[in-house]
């Protein structure tokens, strides 16, 4: 066993501290390259790592949270990437106090970039990005590499698998979530979880954003759905401005207060992040050292995600429901489309069969005259752009398949592989390497056995060859095949008996596609339903059904109370309580059509881009004005995006996606205006501060403010004060808008509201980011502190409109 990896069964190890405020304090400028000082002052940096070695850490971080080629190109060292992490790594050896026991982790960080489709890069650039990072701090000799401080799970998921790919060491990965308990882009850590355990991370966890509380509860529902061990790095505190100064206000002592608890929960590494010291770790060495540090992993389970979302699937779950409506067999519509490029059916489908109560969605593009690789990445992307509901991804084209696991965002399920040699050496692989789950089809080249015993003789044969490369038992869900029983009826009793003892004796999950079973027959819903509930019975646990099918829903609701896998029948409750016993059985009445003002407010919410131009066009034939068509259809579908996302029904990817559609249609809006200009709201000019080159979020604050027709002026990153003072004159803005994200740049932005008032100019001023606050916001003199995109957005049109 590698060493690093037999030392966490043993003990709890102690990583080091905050590293950027170190070098502060030693010499780096505001604004300066951390990571350059690995060149040109060696030293410093070395004895930062020394410091924190002599206190007591074991794990000592190299001085490359900045290291990769995106980061250091702010600075012109792009071409440095290879020297920098390479001498990065050595300075942490050289600096161990016990080289013997203790060990060099590489540090990654993120780029600054989203991947597509919410940001411009690629998943294959991002991991060639990353590939080049962690190269060079192998070749410098690293234990291990640990990707910290991740928003965006796609980026974090091209980190891990250059890690995988370019490297023979452990991982660790972790990513940053708020106060609320997601990341920027909605992901909660049970999410981030089950994706990492999924990608083979030897230590999953979090660090950064908050104290030592917070990260306590974030923990807990990470281990609520994974069985590796946990690393916490907690802030000392929430960052507070006291005499000028950021200062984290939790004591070395108060770091330790829930050493009990994360013990027992699993966490196996603990360090410190922004404002821990030196002493702190001292502190928090010593008292691990007086504790007992024992802990067995729980046993892994079958759990599916996406970037929101989590689904067991597994024999003690209630039954997963996987819509199977996403499938071009008889759909000659969705067939059209998917030649055609476009999306529409797929993602109306993902909200109908969502909205059902499908809980995982069944995705295939093998429509013939399509090109099924770019189909599926399109529709993997269209899907997660309207609902958080994990994915299948269903082709036997290994090369479509890659391209749909590359764009997926969580651990999703491959349908499937079989027991035949050329399917198993196609499929296994690529679910081993994108931490995949898979459905195992009972037949091979002989086709599908009349028995019982034949089936789960396949079914043991691809669990062996799965294990074999590394997927475990509990991500393995076989499919013992319903054949159609007007052809083979003796045949469903076979397919009940694989399934029972598959599930009793074997422990497995199952799958079927259960309306195979009423080809050719009348009343088909009837049948269908009835063989659903005897599979359930039979331990099924999962179904491809057409969830929007009643009788479908109805069998599996009361299947799940009458088995106890729907306590209570909490779930049974919600679907029929408002449902009358006794109303007669005729057609609902359709409601009124949508307007056309309702139609296009609708687009903006679904991000339609695909249509939303074509009902642009049918608002102006039926004589709506350019203003008509922006301000109560456009605008007011935006503005519900902005509802949803502040009820945490939608997350910052799904109003991307918006803002996206909304700049199309106005693109189109603009050709009707002929050159006349918009009458703008407001002027605002946005930055991020000077000595942080941070601007994700700040980007994503000017796009929201142009769809909402303010004019903005957006200086980009690390600007000085005098820069924006300068600016703000000569444009007459109205509102100055400051970002941060680093704790070391926050007083930058005291320096620019205090420039801005000395100069007379007279403008609200707005700050945001991940490390402020409102009460920093107050400390400082701003107008106004805005926690998200949408809030700024809102805050900044009352403002303006009180004005």
Known sequence: MNRFLEAIQQRVLILDGAMGTMLQARGLAAGGCPELMNLEKPEVVEGVHRDYAQAG??????????????????????????????????????????????????????????????????????????????????????????????????????????????????VMAMMTFDDGGRTVLGTPPAAAAVMLEGLGVDVVGTNCGLGIDGMYELLG????????????????????????????????????????????????VLGGCCGTTPEHIRVMRQAMDERGQQWTAPARRGVLSSRTQVVAVGPEQPCAIIGERINPTGKKGYSAELREGKTAYIRREAQQQTGAGATLLDVNCGAPGADEPLALERAVHAITGVVGTPLVLDSSDPIALERGLKAADGKVLINSVNGEEKSLATVLPLAKKYGAAIIGLTLDGQGIPQTAEGRVEIAERIIERAQAVGIQRCDIVIDCLALTVSAEQGQAIETLKAIRTLTQDHGMATVLGVSNISFGLPRRPLMSSTFFAMALQAGLSAAIINPKDQAMMDAFRSAMVLLGKDLRAE??????????????????????EPSIRERLAQAIIDGDQDGVVALVELALKDGLDVLQISNEGLLAGLEEVGRRFGANRIFLPQVLLSAETMKTAFARLRQEMKGEQVASLGKIMMATVEGDIHDIGKNIVCTLLENHGYEVIDLGKNVSAAHIVEQAQAAHVDAVGLSALMTTTLQQMQITIDALKEA???????????????????????????????EAVAKIKQMLHNA
């Open 571 to 592: 779930r049974y409750i919600d679907a029929y309580a408002e449902v009358q016993e006794t109303a007669p059985a005729v057609a609902a009445v359709a409601g009124a």
């Open 221 to 268: 529902q990470m281990r609520d759905v994974c069985s590796c061990p946990l690393i916490a790095q907690a802030n000392a505190g929430l960052p507070i401005l006291k005499d000028g100064e950021t200062i984290f206000p939790a004591t070395p002592v108060e770091m330790t207060s829930h050493h009990d608890q994360l013990i027992a929960l699993g966490v196996r």
């Open 57 to 170: 850490a074991q794990i000592i971080v190299t001085n490359t949270f900045g290291g990769t080629r995106s980061k250091l190109e702010h600075y012109g060292l792009e071409d440095k990437v290879y020297e920098i992490n390479v001498q990065a790594a050595r300075l942490a050896r050289a600096a161990l106090a016990d080289p013997a026991n203790d060990f060099v982790a590489g540090s990654i960080g993120p780029t600054g970039r989203f991947v597509e489709p919410v940001g411009d890069a690629t998943f294959d650039e991002m991991v060639e990005i990353y590939a080049e990072q962690v190269k060079a701090l192998v070749a410098g000799g690293v234990d291990l590499l640990t990707c910290e401080t991740f928003l965006d799970i796609r980026e974090l998921k091209a980190a891990v698998m250059a890690c995988r790919e370019y490297a023979d060491v452990p």
């Open 760 to 790: 007379g100019v007279k403008v609200f001023t707005m700050v945001g980011g991940a490390v402020v606050t409102q009460d920093y916001a107050d400390e400082i003199g701003a107008d106004l502190y805005a926690e998200d995109a949408l």
